[in-house]
């Protein structure tokens, strides 16, 4: 996940950001393969944007530029529970967990993640520059957003919401109100406890 979340910093941190969706998701409803996905689509012109800077959109996954322009980056985990835990002991892991995603066992064999937003969005501009991008480009914000999620047997506890079944956190943040001239009401980290599955 290291890649997707470098390459979601630095999309946020550029005029035009609006025009980029971003899913990324943990299903922990199979011991054996738990699946942490993530994929980001970028519109044509912040993709050429951030591919003039001489930056990897995609550097840990697989891009793919589409035929409208748009660039799609997809990262695809498939990984035993026990592996993703003995991954967090080791700074250096080659999944890239230690940037931006905690995850640990706590009480009764349940599982805590944690996706770090203010690392994500601390270099985001200043208010007078988010102004002028949402004047700008306020209408090419609608509808697009970063979405986060997460799937088990059973959550027990989030910050974000809870379906109706009670299997699934989400965490949605429409693009158009993190690039509001007022800081984003978001919290530091998008926290969820869950039972995974067997």
Excluded: W
Aim: glycine share 8%; net charge negative; hydrophobic share 40%.
């Amino acid at each position: 996940m290291r890649g997707m979340f470098t390459g979601l910093a630095l999309a946020i941190t550029l005029p035009l950001a609006g025009c980029f969706d971003a899913n990324v998701s943990a299903d922990f409803t199979d011991t054996d393969e738990v699946k942490l996905d993530a994929i980001m689509i970028m519109g044509a012109e912040i993709y050429q944007m951030v591919a003039s800077t001489g930056e990897d959109p995609c550097e840990d996954g697989e891009g793919t530029l589409n035929d409208d322009g748009t660039y799609t980056c997809a990262m695809y985990e498939r990984r035993s529970l026990d592996e993703l835990l003995a991954a967090m002991d080791e700074p250096d892991n080659e999944l890239g967990i230690g940037d931006g995603v905690h995850i640990e066992e706590v009480a009764d064999g349940n599982i805590f993640i944690s996706f770090d937003l203010s690392e994500m969005t601390k270099d985001m501009p200043p208010a007078e520059e988010r102004a002028q991008m949402s004047a700008m480009f306020g209408d090419a914000f609608d509808g697009h957003a970063m979405r986060l999620s997460v799937v088990a047997q059973e959550i027990i506890e989030t910050n974000g919401t809870l379906s109706d079944d009670g299997t699934t956190a989400t965490l949605e943040i429409p693009l158009n109100e993190m690039f509001s001239p007022e800081p984003p009401d978001l919290p530091d980290s998008f926290d969820v406890t869950l039972v995974p599955g067997s």
